[in-house]
């Protein structure tokens, strides 16, 4: 069955280190997304892709950079992190007319 | 601004009671979502809804979506405990990506 994976499900980082989250999705969809989830906030959407080669900011990009190197994989790199980035991150995937995102089930990441 | 609201934001009800939220906005939407998020999990998609009037049904879950296509609702019939969880809209602005309403909180007690 086609799926969409995220790793790692928990990370614990430093203030300043760089962190990388993986997204893998094997529904072969054109359309990427990374979100993050706090209390208060709900879904706000980071970077997105619409295919390879192809990112575009979010609402909530700032501190964040994705590549999209191929269909299935979209990375979501935080440069320097945080503590404001303390967060659960969801990646998301759709087909090209956007009618049903897959979720991955989260990296629940804290910046201390 | 919020694009969608959900209302109420959280409800807490007894097993076998029926309930209802809504997700309202003042755009129009060429299709909806609801999706369901378990504690520790990713939103899980229930139902896409793409016609003005729309009703669909998921067991007891039922779903409208607006003659206007700005609104939509989602009734359970018959709570169970496993219906409890965070139920999110979602939208798809023409030629735009999705926007997520900030979500009802179901909590149904045994």
């Known amino acids: 069955d086609a799926e969409i994976t995220q790793s790692p499900r928990h990370k614990i980082t430093e203030t300043g280190r760089q962190v990388t989250l993986a997204c893998h999705q094997t529904?072969?969809?054109?359309?990427m997304f990374w979100y993050r989830q706090d209390l208060g906030h709900g879904l706000r959407l980071i970077h997105y892709?619409?295919?390879?080669?192809?990112?575009n900011k979010g609402e909530v990009s700032d501190g964040y950079s994705v590549s999209r190197s191929n269909t299935e994989d979209l990375p979501l790199t935080l440069e320097s992190a945080a503590s404001s980035q303390t967060s659960v991150y969801f990646c998301?995937?759709?087909?090209?007319?956007?009618?049903?995102?897959?979720f991955g089930q989260g990296t629940r990441l804290t910046v201390v | 601004t919020q694009l969608l609201k959900q209302s109420p934001q959280f409800l807490s009800i007894q097993e076998g009671e029926n309930l209802t939220v809504y997700c309202n906005s003042s755009s129009v939407f060429s299709s909806l979502q609801w999706y369901r998020q378990e504690p520790g999990e990713g939103p899980v998609l229930l139902v896409t809804?793409?016609?003005?009037?729309e009703v669909k049904k998921l067991k007891r879950l039922t779903f409208q979506f607006g003659d206007a296509r700005k609104d939509s609702s989602l009734h359970i019939t018959a709570a169970q405990p496993g219906d409890t969880g965070l139920y999110l809209c979602a939208a798809s602005p023409y030629g735009q990506n999705f926007v997520f309403g900030p979500g009802t909180r179901l909590s149904v007690l045994p």
């Open positions: 809804v793409v016609t003005g009037g």
């Open positions: 529904w072969n969809h054109n359309n």
């Open positions: 998301a995937s759709s087909g090209h007319l956007n009618t049903e995102a897959f």
């Open positions: 892709s619409y295919g390879v080669q192809d990112t």
